[in-house]
């Protein structure tokens, strides 16, 4: 089946650094995005990503579906205490909605003091 | 206004048992789901419900059963509860326009098998 690679697994920074995480799947997607959950929470959307080459922001947050539709990253600048948590890539291959949504392993985000 | 509400947040009960689980949107969406996330965060897919009809079933044993009596509302039941049933369930809905693949998720149901 499909599968998503996350990586990396974790990370642990000082507050204000740039952040990078990504996804790499073997099978193309014609949809990406990321999510985010917060201890004691469910996900939540970040950015969806719907073209090839596509780069997105959302305030400090930027994400872009890879050329190639089998990757995407997340980039966080400047990361505050709010941003710690665990991130998580999805991909779609249907363009019928969140049907069979693939999720990737996740990012967890720890930010030291 | 919570969009999507599940109940309870935490059960916790002994194996053999049969337990249910609630879910519902008020965000007018059509479809509906339920994800399992295990100890080490992965989230899996079990359940997908369109409209009142069973879209996805995943490879889940027959003791699971969701339900929705109506497009709102997406419940699910466990009977014979097992010690690896123990997890975080999350139920999620979407509206699924071409192109549109966002989910809203519940808050989760963190269950616990003695």
């Known amino acids: 089946g499909q599968q998503l690679n996350q990586s990396p697994q974790s990370m642990f920074i000082q507050e204000g650094e740039d952040v990078s995480m990504n996804c790499t799947s073997s099978?193309?997607?014609?949809?990406w995005l990321w999510y985010k959950q917060d201890p004691g929470e469910g996900p939540v959307l970040l950015i969806a990503?719907?073209?090839?080459?596509e780069l997105t922001s959302n305030g400090r947050l930027t994400a872009q579906f890879g050329i190639t539709r089998k990757d995407s990253f997340l980039n966080i600048s400047a990361s505050i205490p709010s941003d710690v948590g665990i991130y998580f890539c999805?991909?779609?291959?249907?363009?019928?909605?969140?049907?069979?949504?693939?999720f990737g392993q996740g990012t967890r985000l720890t930010i030291n003091p | 206004d919570t969009a999507v509400s599940q109940t309870p947040k935490y059960l916790v009960t002994q194996m053999g048992n049969d337990k249910s689980i609630k879910c519902e949107q008020n965000?007018?969406?059509?479809?509906m789901y339920w994800y399992k996330q295990d100890s080490k965060k992965f989230l899996k897919i079990m359940f997908s419900?369109?409209?009142?009809?069973?879209?996805i079933n995943e490879t889940v044993p027959n003791r699971f059963s969701p339900k929705s009596p109506d497009k709102a509302h997406l419940n699910l039941h466990i009977n014979s509860l097992e010690l690896g049933d123990s997890a975080v369930y999350f139920c999620?809905?979407?509206?699924?326009?071409?192109?549109?693949?966002?989910?809203?998720f519940g808050e989760g149901s963190r269950l616990t098998v003695l």
């Open positions: 990503l719907y073209k090839a080459g």
């Open positions: 099978s193309i997607f014609n949809t």
């Open positions: 999805a991909g779609q291959l249907s363009p019928q909605g969140a049907q069979k949504l693939v």
């Open positions: 965000l007018g969406h059509d479809t």
């Open positions: 999620a809905s979407s509206q699924d326009s071409p192109g549109l693949g966002e989910l809203f």
């Open positions: 419900y369109n409209n009142k009809e069973l879209i």
